[in-house]
Each structure stands twice: as C-alpha cells, then as structure tokens.
C-alpha cells in the first residue's frame, strides 16, 4: 500500500503549526506596519525619488537637446565645409583655366617675337648680302677698269696698232663678264 505524505501547507490550513497558519494579530500588526511604512515612504523618500528621477529625466532630456542641437551645427558646420571645398575647387579651376590661357598666350607671343627677329634676322642678312654683293660688282669694276688702263697703258707703250689693242681690250672684257 502507498502511503502519501501531505505536505505542511495543507497541515497548515487544516489548522496546524505551519508556515501558512493564520494569526489574525500578527496579520494587523504587519498591515499597521506596512501601512505606517507605505505613509513615511510617501512623505519622505517618494518625493525625493520623485526628484532625482525628475533631474536626472531633465538632464537626460538636456543632454539629448544639446547633442541635437551639436549634431545640427556639426551638419551645418560641414555644409559650410563642403560649400566652400567646392568653391576652392571651382576657384582652383578658373585659376588653372587662367594659367593655361596665360601660357597659352605667353607661348604664342613668344612664338610671334620669334619670328618677328627670324624676319628680322632674315632681312638683315639679305641686306648684308646684297650690300656685299654691290660692293664686290664695284670693286671688280674698279679693278676692271684700273687693270683696263693698265692694259691700255701696256698696249700703248708696247704697240700702237689700233686694231690690236681693240682686240686686247675685247679679250680682256670678254674674260671678265
């Protein structure tokens, strides 16, 4: 047979010595207690709990404000930051677009005096060359007609033949040209 153990709270209710028995005095005195506990508590200790929750609520909320507040103006800031990065760039742009136009223009001035003193360099030596030219025709002139009078002179002194010395000088001018 089984036998089955019944356990202390049902002892208790049935009116025995447990942990679950009921003392009608024990039960006020706990609930004047609880109650007297419960009023000190409200009086005391609830408003300053109140109190700290509400400032560290208010911090909380505070400190929340003030990062949305620095994230506004950290987006603001780097708005800013881009707005004038792309103006430097642009700036950067026109000032390199401006550079190249200079040389641009540096180059075709300096390719223009170049050939200006080509042209000039060109003429000059033409002009020395035709001067020199000029003056070699005189100086062979000279030196033709002096070494025509020579000639004279020579055929003169040597012969009187008329004949001969327009010959000579027809020879000797032949040889010449």
Do not use: C
Not at 7 to 30: C, H, K, R
Not at 69 to 87: C, F, G, I, K, V
Not at 159 to 167: K, P
């Amino acid at each position: 047979m089984l036998i089955f153990a019944l356990p202390d709270a049902v002892l208790a209710a049935e009116g025995g010595s447990g942990v679950f028995s009921l003392n009608l005095g024990l039960m006020i005195w706990t609930w004047v207690l609880f109650l007297l506990t419960l009023g000190v508590l409200s009086w005391k200790a609830f408003p300053a709990i109140a109190s700290g929750l509400e400032q560290r609520q208010s911090r909380i909320q505070g400190a929340i404000d003030s990062a949305r507040a620095d994230r506004e103006e950290a987006r603001r800031l780097l708005d800013e930051h881009q707005r004038q990065l792309d103006e430097a760039r642009l700036e950067a742009r026109e000032i390199l677009a401006q550079g190249r136009e200079a040389g641009e223009q540096l180059r075709q001035d300096i390719l223009a005096e170049a050939r200006k003193e080509h042209e000039a360099m060109l003429e000059k030596a033409r002009r020395e060359l035709e001067r020199e030219r000029d003056d070699m025709m005189a100086t062979v002139r000279r030196e033709s007609v002096d070494l025509a009078i020579a000639a004279a002179e020579r055929l003169i002194h040597e012969h009187l033949d008329d004949e001969g010395n327009r010959r000579l000088v027809r020879d000797y001018m032949a040889g010449i040209e």
